[in-house]
């Protein structure tokens, strides 16, 4: 359990490492594919860089935080397979580090980060008009698809998929 726990926080980390990389040192409108719409919509494109080599810098945080991410993922796998997890445990393993995610997702990056400290308008002050006047982030509904569908289906399948070996 607290491994699971650990490496919920991992992702997080990781997770968190993405996003400031993309937003702070890499600034290409690409990166934000899963912005809300909204902001997609005003974004103006960055060709200059914030500093000699701050994109060679976001893209290292960036492949950091994919191998973070892959890493965690591959420890509760093979801890998983080494204790001999049931089915149920390799559902519970993998959709409490999943729930973990999406709810940090949605408390401190889009509520906090977004709304309260104006983190991302810091550097693309452009998107104030769209974000001003909000009391909750955006796109709550597939928000909470993920959270309580699509998640859960995927702990599910990869379970399955565990359990077959």
């Known amino acids: 359990m607290l491994l699971t726990i650990f490496l919920a926080i991992v992702v997080c980390a990781a997770v968190a490492r993405m996003m400031f990389a993309g937003v ?31 994109k060679a810098i976001g893209w290292m945080l960036m492949i950091f935080s994919v191998v973070m991410i892959i890493g965690a993922l591959v420890i509760s796998v093979w801890d998983s397979f080494r204790c001999e997890y049931s089915f149920w445990q390799f559902f519970l393993r993998f959709v409490m580090i999943l ?9 401190c990056i889009d509520y906090f980060l977004l709304l309260k400290f104006h983190f991302f ?8 008009s769209v ?3 909000r009391k909750y982030g955006f796109n709550i509904k597939s928000q909470l698809l993920k959270l309580l569908v699509v ?3 995927i702990s599910a399948l990869a379970a399955w998929i565990c359990t077959l070996f």
């Open 131 to 133: 974000s001003h006047g």
């Open 24 to 54: 702070a040192f890499i600034q290409d409108t690409k990166m934000f594919s899963s912005a809300p719409k909204e902001f997609r919509e005003v974004l103006k494109p960055r060709d200059k860089e914030l500093f000699y080599g701050a």
């Open 99 to 107: 729930t973990l995610y999406k709810l940090f997702d949605m408390i």
């Open 121 to 128: 308008q810091f550097y693309f002050p452009e998107i104030e």
């Open 151 to 153: 998640f859960p289906a």
